[in-house]
């Protein structure tokens, strides 16, 4: 099914603005910013070999650390649409962002949001991909952080801002004391996509639907030993942003024969496959349709259910989604 895969028209919904930056981006970031990230790509392939989710982070704030600059950001961002443009069939991306990160190093949420806006107008003419933002929490650094990403995303709202999420570790980080903001941004307009239940039990994904007013929930694996949990999300409509090497690699889920993908499908549970942080976990989304096809016996009409259902989910425009779905369909037929 790979050249299927690759040729498939496909949105992704749960996929990281730093996270998504290729050993190529990285490497010119480190070149610009020399220091502990070598700029060698197959010394930065070993280095992107993480133990578990700790070091993961670890990693993955040594790579923010790169990005210093309002031409960093606009430098990452147009390429990363480049990647996912060329070669996964990619005509729409929901892009997680944590501006908070860039702030405290130093760049102003104005300059943040020009440089990501205009590397945003530039992919969609230039590579015909259409980018929404979804501005994120760190969970590790608290209330404060939560305070001043609600601020960024009312205050500095620009039109392609379509979410608020929570990112980061989630044990010790306790999603009740984020209700607030999260009330504050949906009576904004905007909609509710907290990760929940990636390294702690089904309770975290509860907290997410009860008290933040989850539309969707980045991981959610742990929801697989709560029946009751998988019939509410059923019922509601909730969708999982579903990662499998992701899963793996942080350590999440033991191995991806392991994964509970076939039991939320089951469960009737929505699915919308997704990468999360690609290059850092030595994958593409066009690899994650293919390890779902595997998990869950698809062939080709099965494997098109599933762009058709990230899509679905999306927070698209309706003539946007109505374009992709049309090239799904037509694709399927040719």
Known sequence: MRDFIQGLPKAELHVHHIGSVSPRIVSELASRHPGVVPTDLEELRKYFEFRDFGHFIDVYLSVVDLVRTPEDIRYLTYEVARDMAEGQSLRYAELTCTPHTSVIRGIPIEAYTEAIEDARVAAERDFGLVLRWIYDIPGELGVPAAEATLGYALDH????????????????????????????????????????????????????????????????????????????????????EVCPSSNVATRAVASLEEHPLRRFVEAGVLVSIASDDPPMFNTTLNREYEIAAELLDLDRDGIADLARTSVDVSFAPDDVKQRILGEIDSYLAG
Do not use: K, M, N, Y
């Open 157 to 240: 709202r620009v039109d392609a801002l379509v979410g608020f999420g929570l990112g980061g570790p989630e044990v010790g980080v306790p999603r009740p004391q984020f209700q607030p903001h999260f009330e504050a941004a949906l009576a904004a307009g905007l909609h509710s996509v907290p990760h929940s239940g990636e390294t702690t039990g089904p309770e975290t994904v509860w907290d997410a639907v009860r008290l933040l007013g989850a539309e969707r929930i980045g991981h959610g694996t742990s929801s697989a030993h709560d029946f009751t949990l998988l019939e509410h999300l059923a019922e509601e409509g909730i969708a999982l």
